[in-house]
T-cell receptor
Framework: DTAVSQTPKYLVTQMGNDKSIKCEQN?????MYWYKQDSKKFLKIMFS???????INETVPNRFSPKSPDKAHLNLHINSLELGDSAVYFC??????????????FGPGTRLTVL | AQKVTQAQTEISVVEKEDVTLDCVYE???????LFWYKQPPSGELVFLIR??????QNEISGRYSWNFQKSTSSFNFTITASQVVDSAVYFC??????????????FGKGTSLLVTP
């Protein structure tokens, strides 16, 4: 019955590799997000998608590419991983149809460690 | 530009004490939304409250209460009779009512609360 799920929960990889994180929500929401939480616990928006369309793309390196195959899924693909990409990545979703910021519900996070 | 400041980095209290977590925000918008989230040691982000800028009524939910004051741009969170299970990092966040922003949450840096027995 998980509302927002992410896989994998942990990801350990070498510099230079390419990896993907998957996110799925079963809440019927229209908007999905990716946030990055750094080692100091600071949370920052990366991407926002509404009905499979990219709404915002913050100053994120183009090595990061979100992909939304349908409105229930928002995956994050990262090319040429760097040490500085080590962080916890959170997916979130919100209703997104009321013309106002709805409550965002977060997935459990994916802890990415780049060696 | 919007900004959220949580000046208290860490707070430590003894169980049953009341504790207030401060949140001060800046925005040029007249319509905006404020949120609080809890991140326990297990790491997930748990939604606590959502409040729009036109609703200045204080809210109480069990041991939790929120004091929203537009005059001082603050949205403070009080836990009454704290318990060990309240130990977590608490985040205040702001979102503009502007669809071009994607309604992204702009988070403060969080306040780490430790409640000891």
């Amino acid at each position: 019955d998980t509302a927002v799920s992410q896989t994998p929960k942990y990801l350990v990889t070498q510099m230079g590799n390419d990896k993907s994180i998957k996110c799925e929500q079963n809440l019927g929401h229209d908007t999905m997000y990716w946030y990055k939480q750094d080692s100091k616990k600071f949370l920052k928006i990366m991407f926002s998608y509404n009905n499979k369309e990219l709404i915002i793309n913050e100053t994120v390196p183009n090595r990061f590419s979100p992909k939304s195959p349908d409105k229930a899924h928002l995956n994050l693909h990262i090319n040429s991983l760097e040490l500085g990409d080590s962080a916890v990545y959170f997916c979130a979703s919100s209703q997104g149809s009321g013309g106002a910021p709805d409550t965002q519900y977060f997935g459990p996070g994916t802890r990415l460690t780049v060696l | 530009a919007q900004k959220v400041t949580q000046a208290q980095t860490e707070i430590s209290v003894v169980e049953k004490e009341d504790v207030t977590l401060d949140c001060v925000y800046e925005t040029r918008d007249t319509t905006y939304y404020l949120f609080w989230y809890k991140q326990p040691p297990s790491g997930e982000l748990v939604f606590l409250i959502r409040r729009n800028s036109f609703d200045e009524q204080n809210e109480i939910s069990g041991r939790y209460s929120w004091n929203f004051q537009k005059s001082t741009s603050s949205f403070n969170f009080t836990i009454t009779a704290s318990q060990v299970v309240d130990s977590a990092v608490y985040f205040c966040a702001l979102s503009e009512a502007d669809s071009n922003s994607g309604y992204a949450l702009n988070f403060g840096k969080g306040t780490s609360l430790l409640v000891t027995p």
